[in-house]
């Protein structure tokens, strides 16, 4: 491997008012291609496969990753104050009546990455133009307290545990349906 093709490991902050929402903005768009990265080039069919023994579907992973990310953004970061667009992007329960998360099915890959875009465009447009104040300040709530820069780093963390169980997915998807 040559010096041109060595890969740098170094943060890229995303262009924010404050450098260090830029440097978390990062963060959390890193993880999201990851999780983009494990999803290339994977049989679409993969998506509603489930293992014999029961469990989740990637499809119903990449809705509950979605869900979580505006349940956290709009619900206690934005306290409740976003568009219904964003509301209406998730049209289907994601939990059962027992708490699992649905068994999602019938959605492509690029349904799932629109939604992906849609939640995500919401967050940088918040994220960015915030103060270190704003980004610090809790947003007192009924079941805890919660500030902005604690959100994102449990939306990185989510979707990194989530990514984990979608490869393994894949993995045993993809011996099944060869």
Known sequence: MT???????????????????GRWLWAINDARQRTLGLL??????????SPAEGGHTIGALLYHIAVVEIEWLGGRVLEGKFEQRYRDAFPLEFRDEKSRLTIIKGLSLDEHC?????????LLD?????????????????????????????????????????????????????
């Open 114 to 122: 629109q939604r992906f875009d849609l939640m995500r465009g919401l």
């Open 40 to 49: 290339k080039d994977m049989n679409p069919a993969a998506i509603d496969w």
């Open 126 to 178: 918040t994220y960015k133009s915030m103060s270190l104040e704003e980004f610090r300040r809790p947003r007192i709530l009924a079941e805890h307290d919660v500030t902005p820069e604690w959100v994102l780093h449990h939306l990185c963390q989510h979707e990194a545990e989530h990514r984990s169980e979608i490869g393994i997915l894949r993995s045993k998807a993809e011996k099944a349906l060869s």
């Open 3 to 21: 010096n041109t093709q060595k890969r740098q490991l170094a943060f890229q902050p995303v262009d924010a008012n404050e450098p260090e929402i």
